[in-house]
């Protein structure tokens, strides 16, 4: 079977089964399921809230929020207009999660509001090994704190994620990027001396040069390194405020003995960072190796129209780059569950009696399976395998006069005859017994 429609490049189906495209392995939907559970208990342990939020925003929050220079807004954006409104497609869910926080006063709730969520995003970036046009984030926005605890537990959640599923090679680096005063003063020493070389820049660096020359610092070009390695450095024009949070925050990091890398040249590409930035990389991921990255972002929520400041820290960490770390780890995946029972039928009276019989025991809460294409026994019982069932029945019209059939164990072929009245309870017996 076949059609002439295609996916959107960048973007990928979640199938039942895991499949190659492009070299890189999609996981199944169980597994993505069981991954995303994995999070949530991870989250729920951190004494994490899940929120969820459309995928789509008005332009103008997502612009203000991340900031009209940098990549995301000018050219990776997904928009469209309708009835004189301009929407975005989610590029990212902390602009989002923060314009929902003040929308619904979540601060009245008291304390620190302790927020995840797991979801799609959208980008127009070129599509290659770990990176999508629709990809999946998962994050947690800590916010209404200023403390450095907060900083400290935020980086030891992102941590703890990756060790729930055996993630150890990686590399955290972090940085403080002060107030955005210590910014400006940066950004125009930066400016000032990367001038002399304007003509040695690639164009990319040139048009940031005007544009945001923060962004320069994350280049992967060799001669531009070189050029960058006199080149006046972020902290020294960091506020001592910032700096003493920083040292606070890297105390705490240690209390917890999480081990960093201090990166003055790590910026972030979103304009909303202050102080506390980082990084969580791996290095078996190739071009793409950034697994997760957050940092403070203070003065997103007045950007956004809010009348009191509200201290806030978070990390964004992608799925797709998580499942590629998982499998360069080497780690296993959770199998999927196959059916508790699957039941073949030969002729049309037990077809009958199976088809009311499968949706009896379903409301019983076991996962039975059937056939819906009356095959032939065979094609039946290959089809109670490939559904790595647990039991198999086969019902014809000798085991409904009997009122009892033979239950088979698919794994170890064990077969023992069951009253039909006892094939739940013997079915849960059996599993439990198993599961001992
Ligand atoms: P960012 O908001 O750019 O810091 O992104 C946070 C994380 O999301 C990154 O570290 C990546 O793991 C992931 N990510 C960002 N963009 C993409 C993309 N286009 N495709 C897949 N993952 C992405």
């Avoid at 996916?7 to 069981?34: C, M, Q, V």
């Avoid at 940098?70 to 975005?88: L, Q, W």
């Avoid at 590409?269 to 930035?277: I, N, P, V």
Wanted: negative net charge.
């Amino acid at each position: 079977m076949s059609t002439s429609f295609q996916n959107i490049k960048g973007t990928f189906d979640i199938l039942p089964d895991a499949y190659t495209d492009g070299g890189t392995r999609i996981a199944s939907s169980a597994e993505w399921h069981a991954v995303e559970e994995t999070i949530r208990d991870v989250m729920h342990r951190h004494n994490l809230e899940e929120i969820r939020t459309p995928i789509f925003e008005p332009t103008e929050l997502v612009a203000r929020g991340i900031g009209q220079m940098t990549d995301i807004v000018s050219k990776e954006m997904f928009a469209f207009e309708r009835s004189g409104t301009n929407y975005v497609l989610r590029p990212e869910i902390t602009a989002p999660v923060m314009r929902s926080f003040l929308q619904h006063h979540l601060e009245q709730r008291g304390g620190v509001q302790k927020l995840f969520y797991i979801g799609p995003c959208f980008r127009a970036e070129q599509p290659q090994k770990g990176r999508y046009r629709q990809f999946h984030q998962f994050g947690v926005e800590v916010i209404g704190a200023d403390d450095a605890r907060a900083d400290a537990e935020t980086i030891a959640i992102m941590m703890s994620v990756y060790r729930a599923f055996g993630v150890d090679n990686t590399t955290l680096r972090i940085n403080t990027l002060g107030m955005p005063e210590a910014r400006a003063k940066f950004v125009n020493a930066l400016r000032e001396y990367l001038e002399p070389y304007e003509d040695d820049l690639s164009e990319t660096s040139r048009r940031r040069l005007a544009k945001n020359p923060l962004r320069i610092l994350d280049t992967k070009l060799d001669y531009e390194q070189e050029i960058l390695a006199d080149a006046p450095v972020l902290t020294e024009f960091v506020e001592d405020e910032s700096r003493e949070h920083y040292v606070q925050v890297k105390t705490y990091l240690d209390e917890l003995d999480i081990d960093y890398d201090e990166d003055p040249l790590l910026v972030r590409g979103l304009d909303y960072y202050t102080r506390t930035a980082f990084e969580l990389e791996s290095p078996d991921l190739g071009a793409q190796s950034a697994l997760a990255g957050g940092g403070r972002y203070d003065l997103l929520a007045e950007e956004i129209g809010s009348k009191q400041p509200v201290p806030s820290i978070g990390f964004a960490a992608g799925m797709e780059r998580l499942f590629l770390a998982i499998e360069a780890a080497g780690n296993d995946l959770p199998e999927p569950e196959g059916a508790d029972l699957f039941f073949a039928s030969l002729g049309e009276e037990a077809e009958h009696w199976v088809f009311q019989t499968v949706h009896r025991l379903r409301g019983e809460g076991l996962h039975v399976a059937h056939d819906l294409k009356g095959r032939s026994l065979k094609s039946q019982m290959k089809e109670a395998n490939r559904q790595n069932a647990t039991y198999a029945i086969i019902i014809g019209g000798n085991e409904l006069e009997a009122g009892a059939a033979q239950i088979k164990h698919m794994a170890s072929g064990e077969q023992v005859e069951v009253p039909f009245d006892r094939i739940v309870d013997y079915v849960r017996d059996e599993t439990a017994n198993v599961e001992e």
